[in-house]
């Protein structure tokens, strides 16, 4: 469907919303580390216009130079990356981040990662990355599901950074939320009735962390907390990502929860 604003947004007057705009960038977004390539009937499949204006926003933004495409399938072109660059450059949140990422990967020997809420899905905004200089490249430890990185967008009710945000917003925007966004299955673990994931999500807002069991990739497990400022607002969410751990491996929370929630407190006053 067409990306409406926010739960967390103030909606704009209908005099001030231009819906022309709202669907090229909702075509836009339908481009993801899923589905790189699509023609006309995949992107009016993703966002839900007709296939003859999922055509003519196709043409129109290649022809702005924002797509590529050989005549029937399109891609993004280097043109977005300014937009990425221009928000990495200038935002505080990746910048305040990205030190302390780097000392829990280390410290963890895993990879970890911020990231905020958007509509349906997660981005991660930030990324550090654990991998063993020592082994050859093929057999390196580099521990993130692959294809992740700085921009990747993730179902929200699938990974432990999203439920750690939704848990944290307000009953009303919840609500909002979980009547616009379908739970999904990705795997046998991922809650997919509302009541179930509601509960899950009350369990995370009590304890004050979330933990993912191969909801959203099988072999991989996640652990979040919220990322506040010091006004308490929650502005983002900070995992770690373990994958291949096996049945004896340590519980996640059990052997890194402490550390992660002293990084999300060391943080708070920068963000």
């Known amino acids: 469907?067409?990306?409406?604003?926010?739960?967390?947004?103030?909606?704009?007057?209908?005099?001030?919303?231009?819906?022309?705009?709202?669907?090229?960038?909702?075509?836009?977004?339908?481009?993801?580390?899923?589905?790189?390539r699509l023609n006309a009937t995949l992107t009016s499949q993703r966002t839900g216009l007709t296939r003859a204006a999922a055509r003519r926003?196709?043409?129109?933004?290649?022809?702005l130079g924002y797509l590529e495409t050989d005549g029937q399938y399109y891609w993004l072109s280097a043109k977005v990356l300014g937009f990425a660059g221009s928000y990495l450059s200038g935002a505080r949140l990746p910048r305040a981040v990205q030190p302390t990422l780097h000392q829990?990967?280390?410290?963890?020997?895993?990879?970890?990662?911020?990231a905020v809420l958007q509509n349906d899905a997660v981005i991660i905004v930030a990324r550090g990355i654990w991998q063993d200089s020592e082994l050859p490249v093929k057999a390196s430890h580099t521990v993130l599901a692959y294809g992740l990185h700085v921009g990747t967008r993730l179902p929200a009710h699938a990974t432990?950074?999203?439920?750690?945000l939704l848990a944290n917003l307000g009953a009303v925007q919840l609500q909002a939320w979980?009547?616009?966004?379908?739970?999904?299955?990705?795997?046998?673990?991922?809650?997919?009735?509302?009541?179930?994931?509601?509960?899950?999500?009350?369990?995370?807002?009590?304890?004050d962390y979330g933990l993912a069991t191969q909801e959203h990739e099988l072999g991989v497990d996640a652990l979040a907390v919220p990322l506040?400022?010091?006004?308490g607002d929650t502005v983002a969410a900070l995992n770690l990502v373990r994958s291949g751990a096996g049945a004896t491996a340590p519980d996640l929370a059990t052997r890194w929860l402490p550390l992660l929630q002293q990084a999300a407190q060391a943080l708070r006053p920068l963000i």
């Open 1 to 36: 469907m067409i990306a409406q604003p926010t739960p967390n947004t103030r909606t704009p007057n209908k005099a001030d919303w231009i819906e022309g705009m709202a669907r090229g960038m909702a075509v836009l977004e339908s481009f993801d580390t899923e589905r790189q």
């Open 228 to 231: 506040r400022n010091e006004r």
């Open 160 to 164: 432990s950074t999203g439920q750690v």
């Open 104 to 114: 829990l990967s280390l410290a963890t020997q895993l990879s970890c990662s911020v």
């Open 178 to 207: 979980m009547k616009a966004n379908p739970l999904s299955r990705l795997t046998a673990h991922t809650a997919t009735q509302a009541k179930d994931f509601k509960l899950k999500l009350k369990q995370i807002a009590e304890q």
């Open 57 to 63: 926003h196709l043409l129109t933004l290649a022809h």
